[in-house]
């Protein structure tokens, strides 16, 4: 006789054949030579009837356990819910205790009975004597002529011991209540953080999807303190190590930049930036200068540049006004005001005015009313309450995934996009000559999810996309500023890439286009930029394209930024 296969060691087994803490085992009447004796039985023979002994009273301990589980998730589920009180605790804290008392009299009997039943007729007749057979046969009779009167009172009992069925049933019923009101809640809250996340991105940058730079905070073990303390070893005494100063600032965040500046005047009482002057020039000081001002201040400052420098630079100004969101053009306008000579504050009635009032008296036509009405930041934009309605649970082969998405038909009206594609329509391809103004007005005050509704319309309308018809009617600054416009609102890394890729392959290297937009997008969007270069480039990468083009440190430093693809 095989021993029963047994995966994992049952309750109670302590090791070895046999080996149970009870270490009960019942004997076996085997008649040989005529006598009924009960030998113990080999070790090799007592594994099937052990296991399936203890496997029993396992499984019992096992569904006590499971109890108690369900019992502790109910009530942490309605305490977190905010709804438990004394009664409900009391309630599920208690426990019958006669659900799982075990009548160990009643087992014993069980078993002793079993083996009674199992061993009271021989197996086998080749070894006993006649008068050993019909000795047990007698037995056997008398056996089952008086059948054990203590096996239904014993049913009779372990009835009363269990709760009714209903009660169960109850109780199961109200723990998986719980259960799908705290999944509800987890999906509430998930869905709220789902929102605030896209709410982030649309003030980073001005749409809802994901965006990611290549320049991410150092965390791991960083510290001010030590950065100041290299950085200055890098910069004093006969030379300057270019190499150690760029890839310290090439691969920290801008608030962490902040923190260092802010730590070296604090460690040694000098500015930092005065250091850079010092010891770094040309292009790379241009690049590491930038790197440290804050966003806000560094668009102020280009827009400044490209007012005040030699010339104006109208690329430069739609570049970063025409792109740049709501939130983002109301701190450059605060940074352009604090940027400015104290000597012109009077000139203006508001300091808001500052930053407009200059694109008024250095642009003209339409294209200053296009950045004129940039300035006001007031593109519109996709409330909380919309959003609400928008983001709906995911779903696969019609089961709820508990992931969500935003839906952006919920955030559009058809009915307007089809009025202001009619109205675009007739405005330009449709009539003799263009009103710029009614494309200024379409295009700067809808929202991106708008835009792109209204710009498939179009096609319906016209059979052209728009790009074509704002090629064919207009020309200049304005042509080219309503053009990013309607790139960004498709897509606007693939904007800052052709930008990349005219200031890299044109008619010599535009370096202040190159360091504004890498410097400016790096915690941005700037993997999307490089993505969407290689797609619309013959699959040159930004790094590569800026390997063939620049050199020296300058070229390091924005390789650092960009990074290998």
């Known amino acids: 006789m095989a021993p029963a296969p047994v995966m994992a060691p049952p309750p109670g087994y302590t090791g070895g054949y046999g080996g149970y803490a009870d270490n009960r085992s019942s004997g076996v009447e085997s008649p040989e030579h005529g006598q009924h ?12 009837e052990m296991v399936s002994r203890s496997m029993a009273e396992g499984f019992h301990g096992e569904m006590k356990a499971m ?39 009643a087992k014993k009997k069980k078993r002793k009975d079993k083996d ?67 999944e509800v809640q987890i999906k509430e809250e998930m869905k709220k953080v789902f929102i605030q996340e896209m709410l982030r991105r649309q003030l980073r940058s001005g749409t809802f999807e994901l965006t990611e730079g290549t320049v991410r ?17 890098h910069m004093k005494g006969l030379g300057t190590n270019e190499a150690g100063i760029i890839d310290m600032v090439a691969t920290r965040s801008n608030a962490q930049r902040q923190a260092l500046a802010k730590m070296f005047k604090t460690m040694y009482g000098e500015d930092l930036l005065d250091w850079f002057g010092g010891d770094l020039s040309g292009k790379l000081e241009q690049t590491v200068m930038a790197l440290f001002r804050e966003p806000a201040y560094l668009d102020a400052y280009c827009i400044a540049e490209a007012i005040y420098g030699a010339g104006t630079d109208e690329q430069e100004l739609l570049e970063i006004l025409l792109t740049r969101t709501n939130a983002q053009i109301e701190a450059i306008k605060q940074a352009y005001t604090d940027l400015l000579p104290s000597k012109r504050k009077d000139v203006y009635r508001s ?37 609400e309605q928008a983001v709906e649970e995911m779903e696969v082969n019609g089961v709820k995934t508990g992931m969500f998405h935003v839906n952006q038909a919920r955030l559009v009206d058809t009915a307007m996009a089809k009025r202001e594609a009619e109205a675009l329509y007739k405005a330009g391809e449709k009539r003799w000559g263009t009103d710029e103004s009614e494309f200024n007005r379409v295009l ?6 708008d835009l792109r509704a209204i710009f498939d319309e179009y096609v319906k309308v016209s059979q052209r996309d728009i790009l074509s018809t704002l090629d064919r009617e207009l020309s200049g600054d304005v042509r080219d500023a309503m053009k990013a416009i309607v790139t960004c609102a498709r897509y606007r890394p693939m904007f800052f890439a052709e930008r990349l ?23 941005i969007d700037l993997k999307q930029i490089k993505a969407c270069y290689v797609q619309r480039f013959q699959g040159e990468t930004l790094w590569l394209a800026i390997e063939n083009d620049c050199s020296g440190d300058f070229k390091r430093i924005l390789q650092a930024i960009v990074g290998r693809d």
């Not at 700067?444 to 999810?449: A, C, D, E, G, I």
């Open 444 to 449: 700067s005050t809808k929202s991106f999810y």
């Open 501 to 523: 890729h005219k200031a890299i392959k044109g008619l010599g290297t535009d370096n202040r286009t190159l360091i504004r937009i890498i410097v400016s997008r790096a915690e």
């Open 67 to 105: 109890f108690k589980q369900m019992k502790r998730e109910a009530k942490q589920a309605l305490k977190d819910a905010g709804t438990l009180d004394s009664e409900d605790s009391d309630l599920i804290d208690s426990e019958d205790e006669e659900f799982w008392q075990v009548d160990e009299e």
């Open 116 to 182: 009674k039943r199992k061993h009271g007729k021989p197996k086998s007749r080749d070894h006993g004597s006649r008068h050993g057979s019909r000795h047990d046969e007698e037995r056997h009779d008398a056996d089952t002529a008086h059948p054990e009167p203590q096996r239904q009172p014993q049913q009779d009992n372990r009835q009363e011991a269990h709760p009714e069925p209903q009660r169960q049933k109850q109780d199961s019923e109200e723990l998986a209540q719980l259960r799908l009101a705290k």
């Open 217 to 233: 905070p150092k965390e791991q073990g960083w510290s001010a303190e030590e950065d100041c303390k290299l950085l200055r070893e």
């Open 37 to 48: 004796k009960a030998p113990k039985k080999p070790d090799s023979l007592l594994t099937a």
């Open 351 to 387: 300091k808001n005015l500052k930053l407009e009032q200059d694109v008024i008296d250095d642009t003209s036509g339409h294209f200053k009313r296009l950045l004129v009405a940039a300035c006001q930041a007031n593109r519109a934009e996709a409330s909380r309450e919309q959003l």
